[in-house]
């Protein structure tokens, strides 16, 4: 019985992989949704000068979730085990950073940036629907501005003061990023996909300032997780 099973799961399993494999080059059109997990690196260094002792302060990068949703085109070559995926993706990738001293002073800083990508990957299948891709995408940034401020300590300056002034020194920049990732293409055109998200450039700006910021390399990674479907072109 349990042979039979087996068996039973296994045909089950070589159909599905046979169904996946195109008849002919044909071009499919979809869209995908789903959630970020990023985070900006090296903001303390960015934003703390020097002067201060280290054991007198504390600092806290954390990842930032947000949303990705966009279109995407797929082909897969006839009888071939790889296939290309362009893509035109929203997503919102940022970080915050945490920040407390001795003399009881904590405030938050939220980088909510929002992104517009262009690129693609190139996918392969070492069985049924399972795959990994590689990629690249540049990403520009659509919301540089996109920084909030929060502190327990208003009295030393109004947080919406201070936070405007942060708006016009830390100014996000466009990315270009490297793609990593690993999914599930389902026969009927369910997309499953994780995906790594490695930046290469400096996301943002330090400009000239009376706080004493520097410009420093700040590169944004993290998680992508999204649901696609895909329809054939008419």
Known sequence: MTSRILFSLLLLSTVGSLRAQPEADTWFYGFKAGATYHRIAEIGTTIIPDVFPQ??????????????GGVVFYHRFYKSRFAIQPEILFAS?????????????????GFNYQ?????????????????????????FNVATDKLTYLSNMPELGPDLQIQQSLREVLVGSNDINVLLQAGYDF????????RYVLGLKDVLETRANGFNFIENTNRSSGFQIT??????FP
């Open 55 to 68: 054991d007198s302060y504390s600092t806290e990068i954390a990842p930032q979730l947000g949303f990705a």
């Open 93 to 109: 990738r940022g970080g915050d950073f945490n920040y407390s001293d001795v003399r009881d002073l904590e405030y938050s800083i």
């Open 115 to 139: 992104y517009l990508s262009l690129g693609g990957l190139i996918k392969t299948y070492p069985g049924g629907g399972l795959h990994f891709g590689v990629g690249a995408q540049v990403a």
């Open 187 to 194: 026969p009927f055109g369910l997309m499953v996909e994780a």
């Open 227 to 232: 649901l696609g479907w895909l329809i054939e």
